[in-house]
């Protein structure tokens, strides 16, 4: 009856303009995932999209958060928020906004903001770098998929009924498993029970036995050209 009433809880709410700050907004978060009993992180995100302090608890599955940011997005070329009017690469291609929607915006932008001479430069050397990224990614997106396509071939064999956990040494996060199929894993978290894939979990997270030997590790699996890019 107990977990009948707190697996409905879902709650939210955004104050933009908090305290009057210009561009700061509160966000506030209860609900209910059933993925933890308990967790706590705190973090304050600088130089990026919506940055700022925030705090999340998790008890018995049910996850606080509370979070003031900025709801600007950074822009990386500038080492700075974008001005309200300045044009993002991101725009090029959406409801009809073109490139030269794009160069004739970034003009206007450094116009009205007495933007120093070399500021159209640094757009363009950053609008190639961007879609010299952009071309890669689409690159290793089809060599990912090429990979999906080609069967999946265990480099170890591995005992499923000796498998006590799989870890996410990221987060340091721990998951019960327990196989239920040829190519079925059941991974619990917390109250919350996942099918995934043999492939998903071996090459994820680390496997460790009943006496916390490491059975499997998920950097066997890694490729050797990761999606790393750098200019």
Not at 14 to 24: A, D, P, Q, R, S
Not at 100 to 117: G, M, P, S, T, V
Not at 163 to 184: C, H, L, P, R, S
């Amino acid at each position: 009856m107990f977990w009948k009433y707190i697996e409905k809880i879902n709650w939210s709410k955004v104050i933009h303009n908090f305290l009057g700050m210009k561009y700061k907004a509160l966000d506030m978060q209860i609900a209910y995932f059933g993925c933890d009993a308990f967790e706590i992180e705190c973090e304050w995100s600088r130089h990026t999209d919506h940055a700022g302090p925030s705090i999340d608890v998790t008890i018995l599955g049910v996850f606080f958060e509370i979070s003031i940011y900025d709801y600007r997005h950074w822009n990386r070329a500038e080492n700075r928020f974008y001005y309200d009017e300045e044009p993002e690469i991101s725009w090029i291609g959406y409801r009809g906004y073109t490139e030269d929607d794009y160069w004739n915006d970034l003009k206007k932008c450094a116009l009205n903001h007495h933007l120093d001479e070399d500021y159209l430069p640094r757009c363009e050397a950053f609008f190639v770098e961007d879609m010299l990224w952009r071309e890669h990614h689409k690159k290793l997106e089809a060599k990912w998929d090429e990979e999906d396509k080609k069967p999946f071939v265990l480099k170890h064999p591995i005992d499923w009924e000796n498998v006590k956990y799989a870890k996410d040494e990221a987060i340091n996060k721990k998951y019960t498993v327990k196989q239920v199929g040829e190519d079925k894993i059941e991974v619990t978290e917390f109250r919350v029970k996942h099918i995934m894939s043999v492939k998903s979990v071996v090459t994820w997270w680390n496997l460790y036995d009943k006496k916390g030997n490491l059975v499997s590790n998920a950097s066997d699996y890694n490729t050797e050209e990761d999606d790393e890019y750098e200019i």
